[in-house]
């Protein structure tokens, strides 16, 4: 008989609340300043309230909620000027990324990225938007790895995951986030061992993603929080 810690399946559970929490509000079936009932929650999956508090204050490390003192959670609602900060401190930062991903890569790095474009190419065709989003994401995080400064992997790690919650607010629907063939232009000036090209395509597909949000004040509305996680 194989015994199974109580408290790994505890975390378990409650990293399967937060990933189906934060898959709502990338796919626009949460909407920013959504009030986030514990009771509604702990009816819609089955738990104890202490349960949700946890997967609540993790959402909230991850920017997803919001907790206000007496008032609960929210889901977080960026405004239009912090989206519009985030691209602008991106575009400070990754074209210099790309430009050093290329320079220190080695051939397993670029192997990576191969595999990974892979990964992103069948997320698209098969329409899994949070899949595409989440696979997107590590695509950045992926290039400042192989840049090799930890200052900067950290810093793009808190970058792309406010730009996937802006992304699920503010982009447009069935927009999934970056462009798997923007990427796959990245990539190739890995082929060629071109930095400046890799800096300039970056810079393009920063402002591609950024032409493509709706930055004006999304619409909020009542969800039934129950009817939305019950599983069928």
Known sequence: MVNV???????????????????AVIE???????????????????????????????????EVVELHANRGAFVASPTAEQAREVFEARLALEPNIARLAVQRATDEDIAQL?????MEYVAHKERHRHDAIRLSGQFHTLMAQIAGNAVLLRTMKELVTRT?????????PGVSNCRDDDHAAIVGSFHTRDAEKAAWMMTLHLRHIES???LGSPETGAV????LFAKG
């Not at 378990?12 to 937060?18: H, K, L, T, Y």
């Not at 009030?35 to 991850?62: D, N, P, T, Y």
């Open 114 to 118: 191969n595999r990974h474009l892979e």
């Open 164 to 172: 996937s919650l802006i992304i699920g607010i503010f982009g447009a």
């Open 5 to 23: 810690d109580r408290d790994d399946l505890v975390e378990a559970d409650e990293s399967d609340i937060v990933d189906r929490i934060f898959e």
């Open 224 to 227: 039934d929080l129950v009817q």
């Open 28 to 62: 626009q079936r949460l909407p920013p300043g959504t009030k986030l009932s514990e009771s509604a929650l702990c009816e819609a999956f089955g738990v104890g309230r202490m349960r949700i508090r946890r997967s609540l204050l993790l959402l909230a490390s991850r």
């Open 212 to 214: 493509h949000l709706r």
